[in-house]
């Protein structure tokens, strides 16, 4: 057909008798010029613009929106380019009635498209360049376009062309738009005056702008960029050459910190408190403050789903009309008539039934839907976490006032105030991001089942109510799915607390080969978890089945009942929509039963959080709170050591602080300046109304040492803390003097330290000074416990740190305390964890030298009475009321008994004393290796992991950078594979066949459907068509056998999804069956080495978070995957069907989607380690304020630590929101390619429909490409899901790895009662710990007679303890041999040797169970035995007076004994096993020295006939030994009895006695 303009078969086209502008050709030509116009001009600045883009050098000053109306003019840009597609449309569709081709029809339209493209993308490059007198062009455009379509429009209503046409309203439209862009365009001249005004206005980029630290742009970015996430591109992308850290992600904008959304909150709550402020039965409502800080972001967001739902059912519609078309072109009555030769007119129902029109609208409609949808997570994900980081804000504060009484009478427990954090603040996210849902749900169900019954008449219903009456079912399972995860978390703690006592006690385990007693012990409580967990994955598996099912019986249902009641025939069009119809109606009945849980949650989670936000405060004293500057001041000194999100905004920070300070009033002047603190008539209370502090008239004078003393519980601590105004004040009044209560350094009897550095502990931010640093560090004696951490004292400590032992964190207070500038100085017990000399050593450098030089005034509360000489003032306490205050000289001569009672209690304090020097040198000395041996053992494997680093760097020659990006996209095919064998082959297959399985009987029951429906139609037209002839002629129509074939095909269908969701569940669990078995026995049976290098949180971690991932997230992950994956897949596979051509175009989008995914998966994994480890610090800030509220409040402190709660709550904020915006990155595009590969099935379909293709084919595939688009997505997240979680298994493999100890060994030579006199020789014997490590023990030889008691003796490292682990075997012992009653112990098996030896290890080890456990967990003893035992221990009559007797309760860690207790419960764990070889390692270390001589003589006659061995710290207590070996770095230098070598002058031996003596 030839072309031209006006057409070339009517003469008419051209003439312009009538005048110019009546010629309709003439006016669409000159509809062309403007768009040509705009063309012309802005290529050539755009061209410019582009070259010289690369000058902005600034990342945001491109993201800045400079001109008003801006989502104005996009909104109005988008319906204008809607309007031409119409319109270009309908010019098509006119033109092809037409004999010739009319370009004017369609040209200037489709011009207009491309020149409101341009426009736009005009604007946004001269607005992000800032250069507004360009937009003149833009003005001059729409201008010249409104005028040039008005007066087509009036020409129109001049020829009588109204609003029944389709034409005319198009053009109506068009003019309306254009002037409305023309009324913006005009606005940005006003407000900006680039133009026409003599001064143009200035204008400044947001604050957030400005500060390149803020790298989340989704506020500040145009609305094509908000809608597509385009601006986190380079993010994405980048992440596959350099992972994302938290200095990529930057800071969070203003509006979205938690200060900021804290103080929406709070304002809102306060104004609800003043609501019920007069009405006591009420209590300020939640819910209404979390409505009025955070409703309008709600509102949006429902309005986008709103949206987006309404949109959610064009898909059906258009496959209904499509097919209806396709069906009505096949029957023979129509023919159309194509030969108009005057303009014709296309009505509205006409242009709709045109299929392509259709095609290009519900490809359309899906982008438009898919967009708003994702608008609408986002906003409810980004209202959600700004809500989260407000509660959290508010409890902390809420915390920080927390009265003391509550903390300690357990209101409000430590564990409570942890879940407020950890659980309820993310129930009510989780809520909020549910929340549109619970209204737009119920909208979505109706519209769906009107749908329907427009479309299946009485049968429709049928199918709804199947859904409806199944959906209570779903929420039933869900609710069972909730009781059974909490009872298998329930098993899985009772499982890692075995486990962690285990891991903690697993040397001793060892040596008295008790490894399998305890690892049944785990796995039987294992077992019960399972069978929790097995009922866990019994519902999870039936919630998918549901999932699955519905749908398939809702269709069954309807169908059947449809064939046998309805007069019609089901043609495709019906069924198809009815489908697609069926699959929408699906998705909300389904996530209802989640809504209505977590609606139901978080209800339970406001409650908790207003009972937590009304519980009490503490008291608001006038002198307590200094003067207000003070606290600012403290403020602006120390913002924190981490500045990282100070708000740049002072006044903000101001605001946090008038929000947080109480009103405060003037502190009274007290009568002298002498006097730092006053109390008058003091009554105080913990709480309860009974006075714990009686009576208190008390002083403190200023800038002299108070000593409080008085027995245990008497309310020493509780008198501070009083003065500290921690307690309530029944009655009396407490005085400050003026200057003294600003801060006041407090060393808490137990100790609390941050989890940072030991610097930053004792610095608690104040600024560093390193003087006065050093002399801290001196006086508290800490430099030689600093020298031993790994990087002295930036080692970071607490829970994820080295943890310390008691006397070094009670050191660290102590030094934190002297360290502030302070006036006054409250010491809590300090002496409690330290021995002697250090105590004597802090008493005289660091109370009476450091503190009383500085002047300042110093409470001491202490036990040593030894020190009262040194006190200016003593306050005498009993019973919780002053027994007297005054000086000692005062007492001495006004309370001669009590001075006399102190006197002898001194004198027996003085002869302990000399007891205790040894032991209290031990003590520190002991604290020092322990530490030393932790570090020794890590540091050697931080030098082993190196090595391996070296050596796998050594085969990557390749260059690293490639080689690292290659390695972050691959998918771990390699865990994977070992993760779904150790499920086992069998089910494993089982799994992969019944998936496989089921999805080819859902495609059946689709592919029979459309068969059935285009048979059925086909003989309805046949039937139509051969009225005249008989019916015989016509192949008859079977309905029974189509709809029987149905539903066997639909009732295989479901019990297939059955089978497969069961299978999935069954391999999981059998796969983390497996591998926490295997990891237990390897971990188990590992040599004490592999312990000794790998930090015990690691090896917990495996069996904890590891365990739980593998127990209970990689099956529904992998569940997830393969069913979206498959029907992905599937869906593929009919459209390639339907349509071969499809497969053509299926090649470029199969490429987009392979980039897609791979770049998303590498940035979700970087963005979610963020996530998770941004969430720890957090966690840990909560704990650890709630631990030491008393000690922050004491310092004044508070402000700081919410300075850097604000920040770690950003922090966490930031990466979750990245992760969140990444997802909908994914999303967007996922969902943009499914509507491309929608509208490729369409439209091919509809081509290959013109050459007989059956319209059934066509709804199948289009049904199938509309299923496409909702699983696209799930592949990718599900595949990333299971990446990170394929990290656990990787993991836990790494540990199956190590090497095991040989347990091998011969029995036959073995007698029942070797060894039986106790007859050892060392021959030539060399040991080490590693076959990497130097050897400790170097070619020692030694002989020992049976019955003889051996000491062994040496300085620190010398080896000692190292020959006590050869015995049994523990240590790699590489040369020689030892020989106890002739048979070399090397060839036997363990167990064996280990059974038959006893030890007593000097850090005592008691398991949580009974005595009786503790002492034969292997139950082989009698009771006499076990009394006997523990009479030779000195404890038969404390265990006869505990509760039970043998069966008295063992708490863990034996923590309900002292220590001494403990390690005398390790004595008789040793007499109990009658071995006549014992060896002591140190194992008198922490018993008082009266105790040790009673045992030694104890050892003497309840071993006299045995062989002891034992390794000396105190070389005091080996003096009596028949021989004694001496060593120096594992060389033995000495050999001889204790007479013989202190005979000698010049020994080693006399030298360390003299030494320690």
């Given at each position: 057909m030839p072309l031209s303009f006006c057409g070339n078969d009517n003469a008419s086209a051209y003439s312009v008798d009538d005048g110019v502008l009546d010629n309709g050709c003439f006016v669409d030509a000159l509809n062309l010029v403007p768009h040509v116009f705009l063309l012309f001009i802005t290529f050539p600045i755009l061209f410019i613009g582009w070259g010289s883009q690369s000058s902005k050098v600034q990342i945001h000053h491109n993201t800045w929106l400079h001109f008003p109306g801006h989502n104005m003019r996009w909104i109005l840009t988008f319906t204008l380019l809607f309007v031409h597609v119409c319109e270009t449309a309908e010019g098509i569709v006119s033109d092809g009635y037409m004999k010739s081709r009319h370009l004017h029809l369609f040209l200037p339209a489709f011009m207009g498209f491309i020149a409101a493209t341009t426009s736009v993308v005009y604007y946004h490059n001269i607005e992000t360049s800032n250069f507004p007198k360009l937009l003149l062009a833009l003005f001059i455009y729409w201008v010249l376009a409104f005028i040039t379509k008005t007066i087509k429009?009036?020409?129109?209503?001049?020829?009588?062309?109204?609003?029944?046409?389709?034409?005319?309203?198009?053009?109506?439209?068009?003019?309306?738009?254009?002037?409305?862009?023309?009324?913006?365009?005009?606005?940005?001249?006003?407000?900006?005056?680039?133009?026409?005004?003599?001064?143009?206005?200035?204008?400044?980029?947001?604050?957030?702008?400005?500060?390149?630290?803020?790298?989340?742009?989704?506020?500040?970015?145009?609305?094509?960029?908000?809608?597509?996430?385009?601006?986190?591109?380079?993010?994405?992308?980048?992440?596959?050459?350099?992972?994302?850290?938290?200095?990529?992600?930057?800071?969070?904008?203003?509006?979205?910190?938690?200060?900021?959304?804290?103080?929406?909150?709070?304002?809102?709550?306060?104004?609800?408190?003043?609501?019920?402020?007069?009405?006591?039965?009420?209590?300020?409502?939640?819910?209404?403050?979390?409505?009025?800080?955070?409703?309008?972001?709600?509102?949006?967001?429902?309005?986008?789903?709103?949206?987006?739902?309404?949109?959610?059912?064009?898909?059906?519609?258009?496959?209904?009309?499509?097919?209806?078309?396709?069906?009505?072109?096949?029957?023979?009555?129509?023919?159309?008539?194509?030969?108009?030769?005057?303009?014709?007119?296309?009505?509205?129902?006409?242009?709709?039934?045109?299929?392509?029109?259709?095609?290009?609208?519900?490809?359309?409609?899906?982008?438009?839907?898919?967009?708003?949808?994702?608008?609408?997570?986002?906003?409810?994900?980004?209202?959600?976490?700004?809500?989260?980081?407000?509660?959290?804000?508010?409890?902390?504060?809420?915390?920080?006032?927390?009265?003391?009484?509550?903390?300690?009478?357990?209101?409000?427990?430590?564990?409570?105030?942890?879940?407020?954090?950890?659980?309820?603040?993310?129930?009510?996210?989780?809520?909020?991001?549910?929340?549109?849902?619970?209204?737009?749900?119920?909208?979505?169900?109706?519209?769906?089942?009107?749908?329907?019954?427009?479309?299946?008449?009485?049968?429709?219903?049928?199918?709804?109510?199947?859904?409806?009456?199944?959906?209570?079912?779903?929420?039933?399972?869900?609710?069972?799915?909730?009781?059974?995860?909490?009872?298998?978390?329930?098993?899985?703690?009772?499982?890692?607390?075995?486990?962690?006592?285990?891991?903690?006690?697993?040397?001793?385990?060892?040596?008295?080969?008790?490894?399998?007693?305890?690892?049944?012990?785990?796995?039987?409580?294992?077992?019960?978890?399972?069978?929790?967990?097995?009922?866990?994955?019994?519902?999870?598996?039936?919630?998918?089945?549901?999932?699955?099912?519905?749908?398939?019986?809702?269709?069954?249902?309807?169908?059947?009942?449809?064939?046998?009641?309805?007069?019609?025939?089901?043609?495709?069009?019906?069924?198809?929509?009815?489908?697609?119809?069926f699959h929408i109606l699906v998705t909300p009945l389904f996530l209802l039963s989640t809504v209505v849980r977590f609606a139901v949650k978080a209800i339970v989670s406001v409650q908790k959080l207003g009972e937590f936000l009304l519980s009490d405060e503490i008291g608001d004293d006038s002198w307590r709170n200094g003067e207000t500057s003070v606290s600012l001041e403290s403020c602006k000194k120390h913002p924190g050591a981490h500045t990282k999100a100070i708000?740049?905004?002072?006044?903000?920070?101001?605001?946090?602080?008038?929000?947080?300070?109480?009103?405060?009033?003037?502190?009274?002047?007290?009568?002298?300046?002498?006097?730092?603190?006053?109390?008058?008539?003091?009554?105080f209370s913990w709480g309860s109304n009974m006075a714990t502090l009686s009576d208190i008239n008390m002083h403190i004078p200023t800038g002299q040492l108070t000593m409080i003393v008085g027995q245990v519980g008497c309310g020493k601590s509780s008198l501070l803390l009083a003065m500290l105004g921690e307690m309530q004040t029944i009655g009396g009044k407490v005085h400050w003097s003026n200057k003294n209560r600003n801060s006041v350094a407090y060393a808490a009897q137990k100790s609390w330290l941050l989890n940072a550095t030991v610097e930053e502990n004792i610095t608690f931010g104040n600024p560093f000074n390193k003087q006065r640093y050093k002399a801290v560090i001196d006086t508290c004696s800490l430099q030689p416990d600093i020298d031993l951490l790994p990087f002295g004292d930036q080692t970071e400590i607490g829970e994820r740190g080295i943890n310390l032992s008691g006397g070094q964190r009670q050191r660290i207070c102590v030094a934190r305390a002297l360290y502030q500038n302070t006036n006054i100085v409250f010491l809590d017990d300090p002496f409690s964890a330290l021995d002697i000399h250090l105590s004597d050593h802090l008493m005289q450098e660091g109370i009476l030298k450091f503190l009383q030089d500085d002047k300042r005034t110093v409470v001491l509360v202490t036990h040593k009475l030894q020190y009262l000489i040194h006190a200016d003032w003593i306050i005498a306490m009993k019973d919780g009321t002053l027994l007297r205050e005054g000086t000692l000289k005062d007492i001495q001569n006004n309370d001669i008994e009590l001075y006399k009672h102190w006197k002898t209690l001194m004198n027996r304090q003085d002869q302990e004393l000399e007891k205790d020097t040894d032991v209290a040198d031990s003590q520190t000395a002991l604290e020092r290796k322990n530490l030393r041996r932790a570090l020794y053992s890590r540091e050697a494997k931080s030098q082993i992991d190196d090595e391996d680093e070296e050596e796998e760097e050594e085969e990557d020659d390749e260059d690293t950078m490639s080689m690292m990006t290659s390695r972050r996209s691959k998918i771990p095919w390699r865990v994977c594979w070992k993760y779904l064998t150790s499920g086992g082959f069998v089910l494993l297959f089982m799994m992969i066949f019944s998936k496989l399985l089921k999805h080819s009987v859902i495609v059946a029951i689709d592919y029979w459907l459309a068969t059935w429906t285009s048979s059925a139609q086909n003989s309805s037209m046949s039937a139509n068509s051969s009225v005249n002839s008989t019916l015989t002629d016509t192949a008859p129509f079977d309905l029974s056998y189509y709809t029987i074939g149905f539903s066997i095909l639909c009732s295989s269908g479901i019990v297939l999804c059955l089978i497969a969701s069961l299978t999935v569940e069954w391999m999981g669990l059998s796969a983390a069956r497996n591998l926490h078995h295997n990891l237990l026995n390897k971990i188990i049976l590992a040599p004490i080495r592999f312990f000794d290098i790998t930090p015990l949180g690691q090896i917990l971690n495996r069996f904890s978070a590891d365990t739980n991932i593998i127990d209970q997230h990689i099956p529904p992950t992998l569940e997830s995957l393969t069913r979206s994956t498959l029907l992905c897949l599937s869906a593929i596979g009919v459209i390639a069907f339907v349509t071969p051509f499809f497969l053509i175009a299926m090649l470029p989008l199969g490429i987009a989607f392979y980039f897609i995914q791979k770049y998303f998966r590498v940035a979700s994994k970087d963005l979610q380690d963020l996530d998770d480890s941004t969430q720890l610090p957090l966690l840990c800030h909560f704990s650890e304020t709630a631990e030491g509220l008393t000690t922050i409040r004491a310092f004044r402190h508070e402000t700081r630590f919410k300075q850097r709660m604000l920040e770690l709550i950003d922090t966490n904020n930031v990466a979750y929101l990245f992760l969140s915006a990444a997802n909908r990155w994914l999303e967007v595009r996922t969902d943009y390619l499914g509507a491309v590969i929608v509208l490729t099935a369409a439209v091919t379909s509809i081509c290959t429909s013109e050459n007989g293709l059956q319209s059934g084919l066509v709804g199948l595939g289009l049904t199938y490409a509309l299923t496409l688009t909702n699983y696209l997505n799930w592949v990718v997240r599900s595949l990333a899901d299971l990446e990170v979680q394929m990290g656990a298994v990787k993991k836990v493999n790494g540990f199956l790895s190590t090497e095991s100890e040989n347990y091998e060994g011969d029995l036959s030579q073995v007698p029942e009662d070797w060894p039986q006199q106790g007859e050892i020789k060392i021959q030539d014997l060399s040991v080490r710990y590693d076959s990497v490590l130097k050897p400790v023990l170097k070619h020692v030889n030694a002989y020992i007679n049976p019955g003889q008691k051996v000491g062994i003796c040496g300085r620190t490292g010398s080896g000692k303890s190292s020959l006590s682990l050869a015995f049994f075997r523990m240590v790699d012992m590489f040369e020689g041999k030892i020989i106890i009653d002739g048979i070399d112990i090397s060839k036997l098996p363990l167990p064996t040797l280990r059974s038959r030896l006893s030890i007593i290890l000097q850090d005592p080890v008691l398991f949580s169970g009974s005595i009786r456990f503790n002492l034969d967990p292997e139950r082989t003893c009698t009771d006499d035995r076990l009394w006997e035992a523990l009479e030779i221990a000195q404890l038969k009559n404390m265990v006869k007076s505990l509760p039970g007797g043998l069966d008295a309760v063992v708490t863990e860690g034996g923590e309900n004994f002292s220590v001494g207790q403990r390690q005398l419960f390790c004595l008789a764990r040793a007499f109990v096993r009658k071995s006549s070889i014992l060896i002591m390692d140190e194992a008198t270390a922490s018993i008082d020295m009266a105790t040790e001589n009673i045992l030694q003589k104890v050892v003497m006659t309840a071993f006299a006939d045995r062989t002891v061995v034992t390794i000396a710290h105190r070389v005091s207590s080996i003096l009596e030994a028949e021989q004694v070996l001496v060593f120096c770095e594992g060389i033995l230098v000495e050999c001889d009895s204790a007479s013989g070598l202190l005979s000698q002058d010049d020994s080693l031996f006399t030298l360390l006695v003299k030494t320690h003596k």
């Open positions: 429009l009036v020409k129109y209503y001049e020829h009588n062309v109204g609003v029944q046409h389709l034409r005319f309203c198009i053009t109506a439209m068009l003019v309306i738009l254009y002037g409305l862009l023309m009324a913006v365009e005009i606005n940005v001249i006003r407000v900006r005056r680039y133009v026409f005004f003599a001064n143009p206005q200035k204008v400044k980029p947001p604050e957030d702008l400005q500060d390149l630290g803020v790298r989340f742009l989704q506020p500040f970015v145009n609305l094509l960029s908000k809608a597509t996430y385009w601006w986190m591109n380079p993010l994405i992308i980048g992440a596959h050459k350099r992972p994302i850290d938290l200095k990529k992600i930057g800071k969070l904008p203003i509006a979205m910190r938690a200060l900021t959304n804290y103080i929406r909150l709070k304002d809102a709550y306060e104004e609800q408190r003043k609501m019920v402020a007069d009405q006591t039965d009420k209590s300020p409502s939640i819910w209404r403050s979390m409505y009025r800080a955070f409703g309008r972001p709600i509102l949006l967001s429902s309005t986008f789903r709103y949206l987006a739902d309404l949109l959610g059912f064009a898909g059906p519609l258009c496959i209904y009309c499509i097919l209806l078309r396709l069906d009505d072109r096949k029957s023979p009555q129509i023919s159309e008539q194509k030969n108009v030769t005057i303009l014709y007119f296309v009505s509205s129902h006409e242009l709709l039934e045109n299929t392509s029109v259709l095609a290009v609208l519900l490809f359309l409609a899906l982008i438009l839907q898919r967009t708003f949808l994702q608008a609408s997570y986002y906003v409810t994900i980004e209202t959600g976490i700004n809500l989260r980081g407000a509660l959290l804000a508010m409890i902390y504060n809420k915390m920080l006032r927390l009265s003391t009484s509550n903390m300690s009478m357990g209101d409000m427990t430590l564990g409570q105030i942890n879940n407020l954090v950890a659980i309820e603040t993310n129930q009510l996210m989780w809520f909020l991001f549910l929340c549109p849902n619970l209204w737009a749900m119920p909208v979505q169900i109706i519209m769906g089942v009107v749908l329907l019954h427009y479309l299946l008449g009485f049968s429709a219903l049928i199918g709804a109510c199947v859904i409806v009456l199944l959906a209570p079912i779903q929420y039933f399972i869900a609710t069972k799915l909730a009781d059974a995860q909490k009872s298998t978390l329930d098993y899985s703690t009772d499982r890692l607390k075995k486990t962690n006592e285990i891991l903690k006690g697993i040397k001793l385990l060892k040596l008295y080969a008790w490894e399998n007693i305890f690892c049944s012990s785990v796995e039987e409580t294992r077992v019960k978890e399972l069978t929790s967990l097995k009922t866990f994955a019994l519902y999870t598996s039936l919630s998918i089945f549901m999932n699955a099912a519905i749908p398939i019986a809702a269709v069954l249902a309807t169908f059947v009942t449809h064939a046998y009641t309805s007069t019609t025939e089901l043609s495709p069009a019906v069924a198809f929509a009815s489908l697609a119809l708000n740049r905004k002072q006044p903000l920070r101001y605001q946090l602080d008038s929000f947080e300070q109480p009103s405060r009033r003037q502190p009274r002047p007290t009568e002298t300046e002498d006097i730092a603190v006053k109390v008058n008539n003091g009554f």
